[in-house]
């Protein structure tokens, strides 16, 4: 089936480090690719998104790249800040499965300062 | 504008027991979802509803049943609460194809 395998946290850093975290899915079709944020206490926001290989999502200094050829979608910033202590949840969806999302696991970064 | 409402925010049930968790929404959308959040799993689908007066069953179904009352509301309702439903449920509404709009979450304890 279709699925997101995100890499194992916790992550933990400290301020103006480099983050990557990686994100990899399986999927029968052309998928659209999340980046979701949870901060402590919240729900889930949409960080950012990409519908088509080769696309870049960008947001709040955030990236991530849509490899079709890797089947991958990592996270990356190149230099956090104690407010991007979070869980982050890669995710995809279908439209033959309606649109629904798919999430990984989830991975949990702590910015140290 | 509040977005996507929840409530309760915290509910403590004993085994057995039964409770609605409600949602609402003020964005118009044909839309919502609830999830379930438990640790290491990401967040698995209970049910949908594609629009109101349609209810579908997502991933992890079992123990649960939903109403769509209307386009704002939608309510997830556990009949007989069980120590395995202990977790946090989400709300949560689309604008377009997985944008997803979240409440801030039920935390549920089942003893």
Known sequence: GDSVTQMEGPVTLSEEAFLTINCTYTATGYPSLFWYVQYPGEGLQLLLKATKADDKGSNKGFEATYRKETTSFHLEKGSVQVSDSAVYFCALSLRSNDYKLSFGAGTTVTVRA | NAGVTQTPKFQVLKTGQSM????????????????????????????????????????????????????????????????????????????????????????????
């Not at chain 2, 949908?48 to 309510?75: C, I, Q």
Request: aromatic share 12%.
């Open chain 2, 20 to 111: 609605t968790l409600q949602c609402a929404q003020d964005m118009n959308h044909n839309s919502m979802y609830w999830y379930r959040q438990d640790p290491g799993m990401g967040l698995r689908l209970i049910y949908y509803s594609a629009s109101e007066g349609t209810t579908d069953k997502g991933e992890v179904p079992n123990g649960y049943n939903v109403s769509r009352l209307n386009k704002r509301e939608f309510s997830l309702r556990l009949e007989s609460a069980a120590p395995s439903q202990t977790s946090v449920y989400f709300c949560a509404t689309n604008r377009v194809a997985g944008e997803l709009f979240f409440g801030e979450g039920s935390r549920l304890t089942v003893l």
